[in-house]
């Protein structure tokens, strides 16, 4: 019998349940994972998001943070939206107090880096591997990317056409013109924004196809 991959969501905290339901509309099969012998199962990862200070203490506590670190290092395909961005990455600037990582991805990442009256905005964005038409991309308390190690390669930069959403206050375009919100890294990828949130599927289809190829 020929079965797809199993995406796993990372069932910590977060916006789990966005996710999934993205991977049933692709007709993938998603399965949440909570403890290491879930992971053991899953051909790929999703982390998911929300809150990486809260994320972090419950990996820890849930004895998680290792067999993340070891599975991630041993060439398990993540995508980390948001939170789980700030979770892959081997940097990270306004770290609260003793945060770590997972780790993997070789990219600085500034945290609520849009600034605090900036919570939450809508941008358009290029995104070059995954065609036209250009991403609506939702950004929540959002994180950029600082910097990129060298076998880094950026997808995609906010352009700076930004539109204010809810209670918040689009970002000053010239500030934030630029900055990076996609990368990837081999079998890792990760964006700022929450494509769980918005009905454009593409960003997940394109990880089923880098885990696929894994
Ligand atoms: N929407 C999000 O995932 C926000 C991330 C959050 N600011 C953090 O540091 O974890």
Redesign the pocket.
């Known amino acids: 019998m020929t079965t797809g991959p199993t995406i796993g969501v990372l069932a910590l905290q977060?916006d789990v349940r966005e996710h999934l339901a993205i991977l049933e509309t692709l007709g993938a099969r998603g399965a949440p994972v909570r403890t290491s012998e879930e992971l053991d199962g899953v051909d790929g990862l999703i982390i998911p998001?929300?809150?990486?200070?809260t994320?972090w203490r419950l990996a820890r506590s849930f004895g998680l943070l290792e067999p993340l670190r070891k599975h991630i290092h041993d060439g398990l395909p993540a995508y980390g939206?948001?939170?789980?961005m700030?979770m892959l990455a081997d940097r990270l600037e306004e770290a609260a107090p003793g945060q770590e990582t997972i780790g993997g991805l070789d990219i600085t990442v500034r945290?609520?880096a849009f600034g605090r009256q900036v919570d939450s905005f809508e941008a358009e964005l290029d995104f070059p591997v995954l065609g036209e038409p250009p991403m609506r991309a939702v950004f929540?308390?959002?994180?950029w990317v600082e910097g990129v190690g060298e076998r880094v390669e950026v997808l995609a930069r906010v352009a700076g056409r930004a539109t204010g959403r809810g209670v918040a206050h689009a970002p000053d375009s010239e500030a934030v013109t630029g900055r990076i919100v996609a990368v990837r890294a081999g079998r890792l990828l990760a964006t700022s924004f929450?494509p769980e949130l918005t009905a454009d599927a593409r960003i997940h289809a394109h990880f089923l196809e880098i885990v696929k190829e894994a």
């Not at 929540?140 to 994180?143: G, H, L, N, Q, T």
């Open positions: 977060g998001g929300g809150e990486s200070t994320m939206s948001c939170a789980g700030i945290r609520n929540i308390r959002a994180p929450h």
